[in-house]
């Protein structure tokens, strides 16, 4: 299983920038899809998580300025980034979780937001 995440970019205080990870397997594998941050202390916190039936869940940080989303027939996890703070700044990571494999994880893709 691969995960290829992409749309990582620059953007000034205020922007916005949409994410996407797309899957090497059917989206309708992964019971579980979802974003995490890299902190300083090298660990990864919650974003957003989506289920395959659309539940979300957000980061308190998240709420609001952030949607994730999920195209099945696209094998396509989205997280559309709004109103983007320096804080927000950072390697984010995609994550799904397969319903017989296991947890997965895709390459970072940077996030950098200025002020």
């Known amino acids: 299983v691969q995960l290829q995440a992409s749309g990582g970019g620059l953007v000034q205080t205020g922007g916005s920038l949409r994410l996407s990870c797309e899957t090497s397997e059917s989206a309708i594998s992964f019971t579980l899809m979802g974003w995490y941050r890299q902190t300083p202390q090298n660990e990864r916190e919650l974003v957003a998580t989506?289920?395959?039936?659309?539940?979300?869940r957000y980061a308190d940080s998240s709420m609001g300025r952030f949607t994730i989303s999920r195209d099945n027939a696209r094998n396509t996890v989205y997280l559309q980034m709004n109103s983007l703070r320096p804080e927000d700044s950072g390697d984010y990571y995609c994550?799904?979780?397969?319903?017989?494999?296991?947890?997965?994880w895709g390459q970072g893709t940077l996030v950098t937001v200025s002020s």
């Open positions: 989506i289920t395959y039936s659309g539940s979300t």
């Open positions: 994550y799904a979780q397969h319903w017989a494999k296991g947890d997965f």
